[in-house]
């Protein structure tokens, strides 16, 4: 089955549901954004925080603050997620604007959301159900503010990037210089990722290298993280 889309589309003014194949009833995240404004925040909506009934539930990769309860039909998604898609209102649907949306399905050796509650312990270990590498991983406090700390394969796991920001990386111990494996990774107990009592939300992302189970065949890769080593010159 398909597990990613990027799909265009138009805003109506009215609400609509956006067809794009993917099956979301089995969880996943949608990531969409305004492209004629940039004064629009980049809205995240996934399964695991995507309450009902109002499903208004959602992060911004673009600041620090806890997840966001939409009041009235402004912010929110409107509805469930489908199984050939996700409903979209308000501001994700004003009529005449471009929009843009990541859809990203739960999926083995692809992508995975999981949520947990701080415990305040160095070395704790969290599981997932990814199966294979971990690419990247993006973890967010929801119950609070706090930035975006990002794990990438590429800068290892001593190092870390913040989402939203544009500074370098830098070298801390959220991931306690402990690579995430198939199954769990290894969190501080800062508390950008680990605080007693806050609510957490990661997203990660699979490396496949030669071990994914996609296409006709099962045989196929469809998502890598890698680096590049820009030249000055």
């Known amino acids: 089955p398909d597990v990613f889309s990027t799909f265009l589309y138009e805003g109506t003014g009215a609400n609509r549901s956006i067809v794009n194949g993917i099956d979301l009833t089995e969880g996943g995240l949608v990531w969409i954004k305004d492209r004629d404004s940039g004064s629009r925040a980049h809205y995240l909506f996934d399964s695991e925080n995507l309450a009902a009934p109002n499903y208004n539930q959602y992060l911004s990769s673009n600041d620090t603050d806890a997840i966001y309860s939409a009041s009235g039909t402004g912010n929110g998604l409107g509805g469930a997620f489908t199984s050939n898609g996700f409903p979209v209102q308000g501001n994700h649907s004003s009529s005449g604007q471009d929009y843009v949306s990541w859809t990203f399905r739960k999926a083995e050796k692809f992508f995975d959301v999981v949520t947990y509650t701080g415990n305040g312990t160095q070395n704790r270990t969290i599981s997932h159900n990814l199966g294979s590498d971990v690419g990247m991983m993006l973890i967010k406090k929801t119950s609070g503010s706090a930035n975006w700390i990002v794990y990438h394969r590429g800068i290892g796991a001593t190092n870390y990037l ?68 820009a030249s000055s010159t």
Not at 186 to 193: G, R
Not at 208 to 214: A, L, R, S, V
């Open 162 to 229: 913040e989402l939203d920001n544009d500074s370098q990386a830098n070298d801390y111990h959220f991931f306690q210089d402990t690579t995430p494996t198939s199954t769990q990774f290894t969190i501080h107990s800062n508390s950008k990722v680990n605080q007693n009592g806050e609510t957490y939300v990661a997203y990660l992302f699979a490396h496949n290298n030669n071990d994914g189970e996609f296409g006709p065949d099962s045989d196929q890769d469809i998502i890598s993280c890698g680096s590049v080593n």
